[in-house]
């Protein structure tokens, strides 16, 4: 579970994964990027073989994201 706030970056160092921040800074960013609008709370969706699900929304922004990698 994420802050929607949270870059790219801090969480690729963090989790040793390798999201693009080519396109977004922010987790919230990168979602919506590749959504092309701002998916509801609840929302499950998949990019790039990752898994996504917006757990709390206020107004526009993402407050909290859960990320499930790809299997290995």
Avoid: C
Wanted: glycine share 6%.
């Amino acid at each position: 579970m994420l802050d929607g706030a949270t870059t790219i970056r801090d969480i690729n160092r963090h989790f040793h994964w390798e999201l693009s921040d080519e396109n977004a800074a922010t987790l919230a960013g990168y979602v919506m990027y590749y959504l092309e609008r701002i998916p509801n709370k609840g929302q499950v969706f998949e990019i790039n073989g990752w898994t996504f699900a917006v757990q709390e929304k206020e107004h526009n922004h993402l407050a909290k994201i859960e990320v499930i990698p790809p299997p290995l």
